[in-house]
């Protein structure tokens, strides 16, 4: 009942809350023209938005029980992949994700929040308020694709420097590409840059996309990694069931086959007395 009541959340939300994101990251890059005075200063005064004085956080949504198959290793193996020098500051949602990276670069600058099975954004307060003093904010999580599969993913939720939103815009062409390559029908507006019209004006635009919609997507995001772990424990309990059936049989057969000889044992022992006669 209750990873019914999280994928039919999370699917009904999805592709609004990725749209979202889409936006506050075309915001977030149009509030650095303004940090950097290639738009009217103006409009940079109204800006109260602080700048920030970190480098990168890297956010890993984990799991903080076990039994869950590869939930933790995947995630951990794609993080590392992106990231083998370990640069980035590391905070992990998950107790049980902390094993993965014990032995990695990041071992001496990482943190591990543990959250609760129902989780809320009260829970995630203390990690949602650090996100702002960092320059660019990573989330690493799974999304929930079917009941068999879940796929690790990397998002870019927060990106105010500018090496990381060139990065980003020079990708965009790949993501159309792959898009083409899928099975989705894309509209006009996949494939046309967005324009926006900005209302009441821009600076309170995008402090709301930078408090209530960021803690819509980063919730989105959490749910998102639960229901893949609520998936994942599932299939290893199935799994665990077929095995422990499987080992019954093997034990029966066992226990028939060594019957058996016992059977035939005495029936020898009992033809042989008689021949003896």
């Not at 949504?61 to 076990?66: D, E, F, L, N, Y």
């Not at 507006?189 to 997507?217: G, H, L």
Request: proline share 3%.
């Amino acid at each position: 009942a209750k990873m019914g009541k999280i994928k039919q959340k999370v699917l009904a939300n999805r592709k609004f809350l990725q749209e979202a994101l889409i936006t506050k990251t075309e915001l977030q890059k149009y509030h650095l023209k303004i940090k950097k005075g290639k738009v009217d200063k103006k409009k940079e005064k109204k800006n109260t938005k602080k700048q920030a004085d970190k480098g990168s956080l890297i956010i890993a949504i984990m799991s903080s029980q076990g039994l869950c198959g590869l939930f933790n290793a995947q995630l951990a193996k794609k993080l590392l992949k992106d990231f083998p020098n370990g640069e980035p500051d590391l905070i992990i949602l998950g107790k049980r994700g902390k094993q993965y990276f014990n032995r990695s670069k990041f071992a001496n600058h990482l943190k591990v929040e543990d959250v609760p099975d129902s989780v809320a954004i009260v829970d995630l307060r203390s990690v949602f308020t650090t996100i702002p003093s960092y320059s660019d904010v990573y989330v690493y999580y799974n999304m929930f694709v079917s009941a068999v599969k879940s796929e690790p993913t990397k998002t870019m939720f927060s990106a105010n420097s500018e090496e990381e939103i060139k990065a980003e815009t020079q990708n965009e062409p790949n993501k159309q590409v792959q898009k083409q390559s899928s099975d989705i029908r894309l509209t006009s507006e996949d494939v046309i840059a967005r324009t926006y019209i900005v209302e009441p004006d821009f600076t309170s635009v995008y402090e709301y996309f930078e408090t209530v919609m960021a803690e819509a997507i980063f919730m989105q995001q959490v749910l998102e990694s639960r229901l893949s772990e609520y998936n994942s424990r599932m299939l290893s309990m199935k799994e665990a069931n077929d095995n422990i059936k499987d080992l019954l049989d093997d034990q029966k057969k066992e226990f028939n086959r060594v019957r058996r000889a016992k059977i035939n044992q005495s029936l020898t022992e009992v033809f042989a007395g008689r021949a003896l006669w």
